[in-house]
């Protein structure tokens, strides 16, 4: 099993739409949880940190379930920025484990 | 702006050839990390290196070899590759040499490398 697996898309949304997915994880003693998001050829940039139950930022709602050992990211009111692919990373001690990522797409 | 930076910014070179990747964080961190990305995979953890001193050696080949010459700097030194290695290389920062849970790291934006 892998350590962190998501959905890789893609997920085509329209502009003003509510997206969601998921990241599940196999370790239960991960402690702290990010979001990032990659574009095209860039880097990875921090979106969220989450260490407990949950964290909100603006658009961006990312919700932790330990007891199932996954994490949404939620983005409300999409923009054509949003596009882009987002990682989810687990923190287990100093070694971060990577998903493969989720696509998302916002169309005009 | 990322305050981590890395040079250079693309790559190639043939399966002969030596070349380094050098990488420079202006945060003020204590650990730092080298990343490849291949296409359609995750990132992949190579090397740790936490107060100056190596903490994870991946499992990665001999061909590659970092370097960590101030808690600011660090080197990756490539050769003999195979075109397989081809991929994003990342290097990445952060804060807590211990990787606490709130421990952020920072990546540069990436030398990507062909190997011919």
């Known amino acids: 099993r892998k350590e962190v697996e998501q959905d890789p898309g893609p997920f085509n949304v329209p502009e003003g739409a509510t997206v969601a997915f998921n990241c599940t994880y196999s370790?239960?003693?991960?402690?702290?949880f990010f979001w990032y998001r990659q574009d095209c050829r860039k880097e990875p940039k921090l979106l969220m940190s989450v260490y407990s139950s949950g964290n909100e930022d603006g658009r961006f709602t990312a919700q932790l379930n330990r007891a199932s050992q996954y994490i949404s990211l939620l983005i409300r009111d999409s923009k054509l920025s949003d596009s882009a692919t987002y990682l989810c990373v687990v923190n287990n001690d100093y070694k971060l484990s990577f998903g493969a990522g989720t696509t998302v797409t916002v169309r005009a | 702006e990322t305050g981590v930076t890395q040079t250079p910014r693309h790559l190639v070179m043939g399966m002969t050839n030596k070349k380094s990747l050098k990488c420079e964080q202006h945060?003020?961190?204590?650990?730092m990390y080298w990343y490849k990305q291949s296409a359609k995979k995750p990132l992949e953890l190579m090397f740790v290196y936490s107060l100056e001193e190596r903490v994870e050696n991946n499992s990665v080949p001999s061909r590659f070899s970092p370097e960590c010459p101030n808690s600011s700097h660090l080197f990756l030194h490539l050769h003999t590759l195979q075109p397989e290695d081809s991929a994003l290389y990342l290097c990445a920062s952060s804060q807590d040499p211990s990787g606490g849970i709130t421990d952020t790291q920072y990546f540069g934006p990436g030398t990507r490398l062909t190997v011919l």
């Open positions: 370790n239960s003693a991960s402690q702290s």
């Open positions: 945060l003020g961190h204590n650990a």
